[in-house]
């Protein structure tokens, strides 16, 4: 069983990112498996066993190497007893290579072995895995906010339990399980989760239930590692959560766990009364892009809630004939005088707090609210709200802002050309997202945005961008750079400034940015390019 004691988790990093950074160059002279690194340190000790605490990338040039081969074997046994993650031995000033007896020892006790060269001082390697380890927490903090928010919108969504445990199960990578205590209550399983049947996990069930039991446990069942944990407080316990997938859980997935169980208390206490859904108005608007008679009837109510309670369709602002004009929906304004609506689409900002999308003063009832899919589960909000005028418009798009969101709004639009405003809200929202800014469709608005395609954008910006298109930290890291370096025309000391760090590093940076994308960066026909493709590259697509 689970217990509060014992060694803290330690983050690390696969050592197969810190070999994959091209600044570095290291080169793989024993390959032994792809350990957790938690640090770097660099150490001429003839046994520094003493002083390391397991998982460290140890750095050394061999000064104090000895030559026999027992000597050397004592060395490796040393590094592996204490749980060294992998040895990276610089060349020169010392040995000109990895000396064969080191070779054969890593080889022979599964010690992973590095040639450092000489272009890549001990100083860099450190850097770059405090990078990578500093790149995971906050990945992991980023993480841990979007399940949450996740989570705190799955508890207002129809079968809330179900949706709990479906987002638990995806921001964790396996499968989730609740069983209530009341044995005359149904369990709740994601598609993928087996049925806790084995003779541990039910006997483990049944102590977790037990008022005085633990509150968490573990166990194997099937080649999954089995997590369970308790919903709700003695002496009022509500069932216990089971969670499985083949690697233990992080520091991360345990303070999502927790949520989930402490959300699932919170429905099994008040009921899961839903809102109603104005079901046919956000299927023919959003998804078919057509309206039926009983949708139309509807939308001008829906469309507005802003104070003093929605506003009639008579009541909507009227706006000129827009024609077809491609600035407008794609739909000719209406001539009735119900009223034009704009689609709106928004996205968390990239870094930050955010509030949950159900929490965003969005002033319609017309909402899609869509929880991230993929690698990268962030959440996202499409809507359609009445027309009225670009400096109110303005005012919203900042709010949004202000609760962590940007957004973007499509041009105005009869309800036919709603469909029109969508995609061109979504084109734009690819803009905003990368500089984070909200912006609108306007008769200003760059006439080239209708033209493209968001995806034939968003590809040509890739091939611009090259490695710097990754989806890692380290390109993310370079992006921004480059974005703020742009912006800046250049000027070292308002970048760093801007980025919170020293002039030297951006200058680090922008010279491996050359070096990755093989170009100079004073040539302004290459700037130009450059910035093109940052304004359309899609960071989490």
Not at 77 to 86: F, K
Not at 266 to 292: F, M, N
Not at 394 to 405: A, E, F, I, K, N
Request: glycine share 12%; net charge neutral; with cysteine.
């Amino acid at each position: 069983m689970d217990g509060n004691g014992g060694r803290a988790e330690s983050r690390n990093v696969p050592l197969s990112v810190i070999t994959g950074r091209r600044d570095l160059g290291l080169r793989t002279v024993v390959d032994a498996g792809d350990p957790g690194i938690t640090w770097a340190v660099a150490s001429e000790l003839a046994d520094p066993a003493a002083y390391l605490r397991g998982g460290e990338l140890l750095l050394t040039a061999g000064i104090n190497l000895s030559e026999g081969s027992a000597q050397v074997r004592d060395y490796v046994a040393s590094l592996v007893g204490v749980g060294v993650g992998a040895v990276g031995f610089g060349v020169a000033p010392v040995h000109r290579s990895v000396p064969a007896p080191l070779v054969e020892q890593c080889r022979a006790q599964g010690l992973p072995l590095l040639e450092v060269p000489v272009s890549a001082p001990f100083a860099a390697v450190s850097r770059a895995v405090g990078e990578e380890l500093e790149e995971r927490h906050m990945r992991d903090v980023r993480r841990l906010g979007e399940a949450h928010q996740e989570l705190a919108l799955a508890v207002g969504a129809p079968a809330p339990v179900e949706r709990v445990l479906a987002v638990l199960a995806l921001s964790l990578g396996g499968w989730a399980v609740h069983v209530s205590s009341d044995p005359a209550l149904p369990s709740h399983r994601t598609p993928s989760a087996p049925v806790p049947s084995g003779t541990e996990l039910r006997s483990l069930i049944d102590k977790l239930n037990d008022p005085s039991g633990p509150r968490s446990a573990k166990a194997v069942d099937g080649g999954d590692e089995v997590f369970l944990h308790t919903v709700g407080a003695p002496p009022e316990r509500r069932g216990v959560v089971l969670v499985g997938r083949p690697e233990p859980l992080g520091v991360t997935d345990r303070a999502v766990l927790r949520t989930a169980t402490a959300l699932l208390d919170l429905l099994a206490r008040t009921g899961s009364d839903e809102p109603p859904v104005p079901g046919p108005v956000i299927t023919g608007l959003l998804l078919d892009g057509g309206l039926g008679v009983r949708a139309a009837a509807g939308l001008a109510e829906l469309a507005d809630t802003r104070a003093g309670g929605p506003r009639s369709p008579a009541s909507l602002p009227v706006h000129a004939d827009h024609g077809t004009d491609p600035r407008c929906g794609g739909g000719r304004a209406p001539s009735d005088g119900t009223g034009t609506y704009r689609a709106l689409r928004a996205v968390p900002v990239l870094r930050g707090r955010y509030s949950a999308p159900g929490d965003l003063p969005l002033e319609t009832r017309l909402v899609d609210r869509v929880p991230g899919t993929g690698e990268v589960r962030t959440p996202s909000v499409r809507a359609v709200i009445a027309d009225r005028g670009e400096n109110a418009h303005r005012q919203h798009l900042d709010l949004l802002l202000s609760h962590g969101w940007v957004a973007a709004l499509g041009p105005p639009a009869s309800p036919e050309g709603l469909p029109g405003s969508d995609r061109r809200a979504a084109a734009l929202l690819v803009r905003a997202r990368a500089t984070g800014t909200p912006l609108l469709w306007t008769q200003e608005t760059d006439p080239f945005e209708a033209l493209l395609d968001p995806a034939a954008a968003a590809s040509l910006s890739s091939e611009l961008l090259g490695p710097l298109a990754e989806h890692t930290g380290t390109a993310r890291s370079l992006r921004r750079t480059l974005r703020t370096w742009l912006a800046r025309h250049g000027n070292w000391d308002r970048t760093a400034a801007d980025l919170g760090v020293h002039r030297n590093s951006v200058r680090y940076r922008i010279g491996r940015i050359e070096r990755d994308l093989g170009v100079d960066l004073s040539d302004p026909e290459r700037r130009m390019r450059l910035w093109f493709a940052l304004g359309r590259h899609d960071p989490e697509g």
